[in-house]
């Protein structure tokens, strides 16, 4: 199993709509390293959903229920793709960007070394202490 990290803008597409739909399809994504990165999540994989820009941090736990496949947002370029995502739970307490940059076991997660990046993955035991955060 692997594990990842998506990020989106909460008043776009925040945890509540994700929630609410029951399923997304991660779509729209234009940048080649975050691209690459949802064409090898596989089905089961772990994903933690960040909010990005207001109040930046992680707010839930996803899973990936269908591996990648033609972006239907760019159905005549082949080049990007879409994965889709079922929600598991949100976290009891938002993580904070604040609390994983204060945290010096985080101090190399792809949050915080490739900060635009939109999909990125996360170690086993960086995904594990930020659930343990999240907690109350």
Same mark, same amino acid.
């Given at each position: 199993?692997?594990?990842? &990290?998506?990020?989106?803008?909460?008043?776009?597409? @925040?945890? /509540? /709509?994700?929630? =609410?739909? @029951?399923?997304?399809?991660?779509?729209?994504?234009?940048?080649?390293? *975050? $691209?690459?990165? #949802?064409?090898?999540? %596989?089905? @089961? !994989?772990?994903?933690?959903?960040?909010?990005?820009?207001?109040?930046?941090?992680?707010?839930?736990?996803?899973?990936?229920?269908?591996?990648?496949?033609?972006?239907?947002?760019?159905?005549?370029?082949? $080049?990007?793709?879409?994965?889709? &995502?079922?929600?598991?739970? *949100? #976290? =009891?307490?938002?993580?904070? #960007?604040? /609390?994983?940059?204060? =945290?010096?076991? &985080? *101090?190399?997660?792809? #949050?915080?070394? %490739?900060? $635009?990046?939109?999909?990125?993955?996360?170690?086993? !035991?960086?995904?594990?202490?930020? &659930? *343990?955060?999240?907690?109350?």
């Amino acid at each position: 199993m692997n594990y990842w &990290l998506v990020k989106s803008e909460p008043d776009k597409y @925040g945890w /509540h /709509h994700f929630i =609410e739909q @029951g399923r997304a399809v991660w779509d729209g994504v234009r940048n080649y390293q *975050a $691209r690459n990165n #949802l064409k090898v999540m %596989q089905v @089961g !994989d772990q994903v933690l959903f960040y909010h990005s820009i207001t109040n930046p941090g992680v707010v839930g736990l996803a899973t990936i229920v269908r591996e990648f496949y033609q972006d239907p947002t760019a159905p005549e370029d082949v $080049r990007w793709v879409a994965v889709e &995502l079922e929600p598991m739970m *949100a #976290l =009891e307490k938002p993580v904070t #960007l604040a /609390h994983i940059k204060a =945290e010096p076991l &985080l *101090a190399s997660i792809s #949050l915080i070394k %490739q900060s $635009r990046l939109s999909v990125m993955p996360i170690r086993a !035991d960086e995904f594990e202490l930020i &659930l *343990a955060m999240g907690r109350k």
